[in-house]
């Protein structure tokens, strides 16, 4: 399961020590001016750009467009890209060959396939994420078009010295109109939440009130109208975060996602072996120590690609 979307579609590919981490998309109109810069900007945002506990992994994520565009313009055509991996260690992986790290994807990986890229997780790794930014940007320049702005922004955990920290990734949708979407089965809410839960380490999703909803009142809970008038907003209150029966009221789509802390601790880790005995590893690699500050972009790409998908759909 590669693909994500039915109109505005994303195919991602690559592994972190791979030669390229890339994707194609599928599904965009015709005709859009691609701002080259923002995309650089977001990338810059996903590296931690400036930021403190971040890999000391430093990719210049230079972007090669394939296909799909000409003097900059979208031709309506699959639109493929690659992104060389340029700073990769891999021998700093060769001891976890046959060694599962605890709460990683390797086990399950192998259990899965019967076979894993080991070098620094493989497919599992964060480095797909920054495909992922890309064909975000994309959807979110075609959403600009249409007046609708995404922002997230990242509030970390408990830090505590020499320990690894997870967080809470707060998202805004201003400008969707009313009516996208659709009950059952294609409601936004689970829409997002499935786009969410797909990015690594995150665990959580709620959507306007979320879990504190279960201890108001239904009468705390109703969101009142508002006569309409002007500018005025459709509901005195947002509880919902903006979508009712799965569809879109017109108010701002807000939601959070919960990011758990890095699993990887550098040093002696008792890992299972593939013989089913446990052995301690001297675990090597460059990791973040809070890696939640650089998925801010990675939240807003995904919630474009949603928002893309739907609006596309009519």
């Known amino acids: ?10 195919t991602s590919f690559g592994e972190s020590h791979g030669v390229a981490v890339g994707g194609v998309v599928d599904g965009c109109p015709a005709g859009l001016c691609v701002d080259f810069d923002m995309i650089d900007r977001d990338l810059a945002r996903r590296r931690g ?8 992994r430093k990719e210049a994520d230079k972007v090669e467009w394939l296909s799909g565009l000409l003097d900059g313009l979208t031709l309506g055509t699959p639109i493929a890209f690659a992104i060389k991996n340029g700073d990769a260690r891999s021998g700093d992986y060769e001891n976890l060959r046959d060694c599962f790290r605890p709460s990683h ?17 493989g497919r599992a790794s964060g480095r797909e994420t920054a495909a ?16 609708i702005s995404i922002k997230a922004e990242a509030v970390v955990g408990g830090e505590r010295a020499d320990e690894t920290s997870g967080g809470v ?5 201003e400008g969707v109109p009313s009516g996208v979407g659709n009950p059952i089965f294609g409601r936004v809410n689970a829409m997002l939440a499935s786009a969410m839960l797909s990015i690594p380490s995150a665990v959580g999703f709620e959507i306007g009130e979320g879990f504190a909803s279960a201890r108001m009142t239904g009468r705390e809970y109703a969101d009142a109208w508002n006569e309409p008038s002007g500018n005025t907003p459709l509901t005195a209150t947002n509880h919902c975060g903006g979508v009712q029966g799965g569809i879109t ?3 701002p789509i807000v939601f959070s996602v919960a990011f758990h802390p890095v699993v990887t601790h550098t040093g002696a880790t008792e890992c299972l072996t593939a013989d089913g005995t446990l052995r301690e590893v001297d675990v090597k690699g460059r990791h973040d120590r809070c890696h939640v500050l650089r998925c801010p972009v990675i939240v807003e790409a995904m919630a474009a690609m949603v ?5 596309l759909k009519g």
Not at 307 to 311: F, N, R, S
């Open 1 to 10: 399961m590669n693909t994500f979307g039915s109109n505005f579609r994303f």
């Open 49 to 56: 750009d400036g930021l403190s506990g971040t890999t000391a």
């Open 105 to 121: 994807a390797d086990y399950t990986y192998q259990q899965r396939y019967g076979i894993r890229d080991y070098r620094g997780g």
């Open 132 to 147: 992922r930014v890309v064909a975000g940007c994309i959807a979110k320049q075609l959403l600009h078009q249409r007046g």
């Open 169 to 173: 990734v707060s998202c805004v949708i």
């Open 249 to 251: 009221n017109g108010m």
């Open 307 to 311: 928002i893309a998908d739907l609006i």
